[in-house]
Structure formats: C-alpha cells, structure tokens
C-alpha cells in the first residue's frame, strides 16, 4: 500500500497518504479498531479509501461507522469504495453540498446521521463527543475521543512533514473559524489529529499551532481580506506554506 499506517494510542490508528500530484498536502484517514470492528474518521478520496479497506479487510475488521469531519470531496468522496455502513457528521452537513456537489452527486450519497454537540457515541471501549466548529467549512466539527483526542477537521492543517499550512474560510466565515480554533484550545486536547499533516501532541505546542492560524485569521478579519499575506503572517511564530490560498477580498 502507499499508505504509513501508524499506531496512536490503543486501537486508534492513523493511515497517511502522499500528496496526490500538484497538491502540497496528503490526507490521514484514522481507524479505531474494537472486537473486529472499525470506525472511520473521513474518507479521503476513493483510491485511498479503498486501500484502508484492503488493509481492515485483510485483518478481518468490518467497518461499522464512519465519521465526516466535513462534507468537502477530499474528506467524502472515499464512501464511493467502502461497503454500507452508518455514515454520521454534523447536523448542519447540508449547508456545505450545494457549494461542492452537482443535485446527481448529492443523490449518491448515502444517508447521513446528524451530530450535533450534545449526542455521545459509544464504540466500546471508546466514547466520542463532538462540537461544531463552523469556519473552514459550515459544517466543520471536532471530533473528541475519552476526551483525550480531538480530530480538528481542517481548522489545523500541514504538509506531512508538519509544516503549517495556512489556514482558510470564506472571509464572511473568518469570525467563525477564529471562535473554532478558540474553543479548541478551551478544550484542552493532548493530542490533536490532523485530516493532513501530522498529529500535535501537548499543550505548549497545541497552542502555539493554534495562536499562529487565530493572528493570521484576525488580521484578514480586521482588515476585511485587505491585508497582504506578508501583513497576515507578520506576527506568526513560524512561517506558513499555501501562499496561493490567502484569503483575500478580491476573491468574495
């Protein structure tokens, strides 16, 4: 498989993919594995689904649930390769298919259980919480595993060698997305899974990851998408990749 498939924690794993050509990011599917059964955060794309498939299969694990951590084609379109299953993301998981998805491809997916920040799912021995965390994307939601883990969605994102990549929201959702990332560090995770790049684990460094996206979010917010990239990331501790998706007025 060209997949590095990792051990986390106890039956959680992280399956890690390059970057498909022209792209500067890969894509991590996470499995947590109970009693031969497998829940799936996020999809990918149908290639790399279907090799995470071959790789359960051939350990004989049935893949019961799967979790979207937003409803864009490369965490969805994986559900194309993978058997029937209980398919669940947040409740307000529509508001993001008109934007991605022609009227034929939204008929082709299966049915979605709503999850707002109140519902607990229990996979034995885990149990996940979730908050929505609107901003990248409407339906954007942390997932929260023994309230230990949190998979961020893409309010977190790097290359798979862990350099930061630069956050993005339509500048109308910039406000949500900085309040996202606020409450992640409310929570206080010990480790945060990325949907690309690699984990972060501990407070110091959750933190600081978090403060460089929230000053660039807050100049662009400040300045209504007028500032520079340069002005954005002036006060950045550490240099970001993915110039190009600077979120600036001229593109609304």
Sequence with gaps: MDVNRTLVADGLYQYQFPPNEGEMYGFNLYALLSKKQALLIDTAYEQQAAEVLADLVANDYTIEHILISHFHPDHVSG????PTATVWGSD???LSLDDY???QAQQSLPPVQGLSNSFVLEFHPFTLTFRLAPGHSPCSMYTIIDNRYIHVADNLMATNDGTPLLPWAPLDQVENHIQSLQLLKELQPQMVLLAHGQSIEGGLAIHAAIDDRIKYLQVVWETNGEATF???TAHCSRP???KGWHISSSEQ
């Design 79 to 82: 559900l194309k390769a993978l």
């Design 101 to 103: 998805y022609s009227s």
């Design 230 to 232: 340069e002005e954005a």
């Design 240 to 242: 970001f990749v993915g």
């Design 92 to 94: 307000q998981y529509a």
